[in-house]
């Protein structure tokens, strides 16, 4: 069994970078191993128009050249690409703008109360109906959170719901808009862009693909497996493997990487979100070799994601190795990190803890 896979540059179709410290600190660990990144806009406030856009991409770019020389680790070919964040009152102009720009393939829907920062999201598809068809016309993505909100749908079905009630309709009403079901979850969403009409696709993260509802309450709660949409049963995570495995450009990657500080996830009222960005790829790498694939490994994570926004792969190669590792427990956090606070000191407000932390893993990216 062959010990290297030598892929050509991934990139993250679905990536928090948030801001500031906390996107400064966080940015290295994406920028390392994926050539581009789908930079979500649900800051505080959103990023709902494209000079915001324009404006936070400035500040991720800024963040890589102060990485750079703090370090001399070039994190130079890094492209970050932006999302707008839909809202009821997104004007028609922005589309345009947005377009015109070439670094903001998206807009993206938050079903106003879905996930974290989502207070700003659309009430109702129907406030936005110039606006989906500018971006038809324009051949914009649009990136759907796919869950409905309602208090009284349970959680565990939120995102089939959200299939039958918003993008079926959608679907029908746009056949030519291009479509992201983000982070799917579930048999009905693989099911459902595998067979689809028309141009739609997802992302799917590397939690989804290795884990299922048990590990939330695997000996007590544990909140660093907590995201939206929540884990779901063992059926659905083999579903999903089998998705992303198969071969079809409609399924590729995106981590869904949402860094919160310890502080936050270890609560009372713990924030939904799995920072993934440093053992994504391996992650990935070994779902895949799980299921005896990992020779789709690079176009699931390379070549489809490009293929569906219009873009070509990227030119560089990453390598990744069959050795195993302890995912670290923590890492330092936004200012922490940035001014190398004494490790053994970090509060849980600087402290962020990963995705499979304290967990074995069995493959590296080997650095280049
Ligand atoms: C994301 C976040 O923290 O911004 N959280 C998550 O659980 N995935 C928001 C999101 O993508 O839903
Ligand atoms: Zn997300």
Redesign the pocket.
């Known amino acids: 069994m062959t010990g290297t896979l030598e892929i050509i540059q991934p990139d993250d179709w679905h990536l ?1 970078l948030r801001d500031g410290a906390a996107m400064a600190s966080v940015l290295p660990a994406s920028a390392r191993h994926f050539g581009r990144a789908l930079v ?1 806009p ?1 800051l505080k406030p959103p990023v709902t128009t494209t000079a915001l856009a324009l404006a936070y991409r400035d500040r991720i770019l800024a963040a890589a050249q102060a990485h750079s020389l703090r370090t001399g680790e070039s994190l130079s070919d890094f492209s970050p690409l932006m999302t707008l964040y839909l809202t009821d009152a997104t004007a028609l102009q922005e589309i345009d703008r947005a377009v015109d720009t070439g670094v903001i393939p998206a807009v993206k829907l938050y079903p106003a109360g ?4 989502s207070d700003s999201g659309v009430t109702d598809l129907a406030h936005c109906e110039p606006v989906l068809e500018r971006m038809q016309q324009r051949g914009m993505v649009f990136c759907l ?1 796919g869950e409905v909100t309602h208090s009284e749908v349970d959680i565990f079905d939120r995102e089939a719901r959200f299939i039958d009630q918003v993008l079926i309709p959608l679907r029908a009403r746009y056949p030519a808009l291009k479509i992201v079901l983000e ?1 799917i979850t579930t048999r009905e969403a693989a099911d459902f862009v595998r067979e689809a009409a028309g141009p739609i696709a997802a992302t799917i993260t590397p939690q989804h693909l290795l884990y299922n509802r048990n590990s939330l309450f695997q000996g007590g709660i544990r909140p660093h497996y907590y ?2 949409p929540v884990l779901k049963r063992e059926t659905h995570r083999q579903a999903l493997l089998a998705a992303a495995t198969s071969g079809s450009p409609r399924f590729f990657l995106g981590t ?1 990487s ?1 860094p ?1 500080p310890q502080s936050d996830k270890e609560s009372s009222c713990g ?3 799995c920072y993934s960005a440093p053992v994504a790829m391996a992650l990935y790498a070994q779902a895949f070799d799980q299921a005896g694939a990992l020779n789709r490994l690079e176009g699931f994570a390379s070549l489809y994601g490009p293929a569906f926004y219009g873009l070509a792969p990227n030119t560089r190669r990453l390598r990744l190795i069959r050795r195993a590792s302890l995912v670290p427990q923590r890492f330092a956090f936004a200012e922490a990190a940035l001014g190398g606070a004494p490790f053994a000191e970090l509060t849980e407000d600087q402290s962020i803890v990963p995705l499979a932390a304290g967990q074995s893993i069995a493959w590296q990216v080997q650095a280049v």
């Open positions: 928090h979500m649900n879905a996930t974290t920062h959170h982070h995201c939206l869904d949402a919160h924030c939904a979100g």
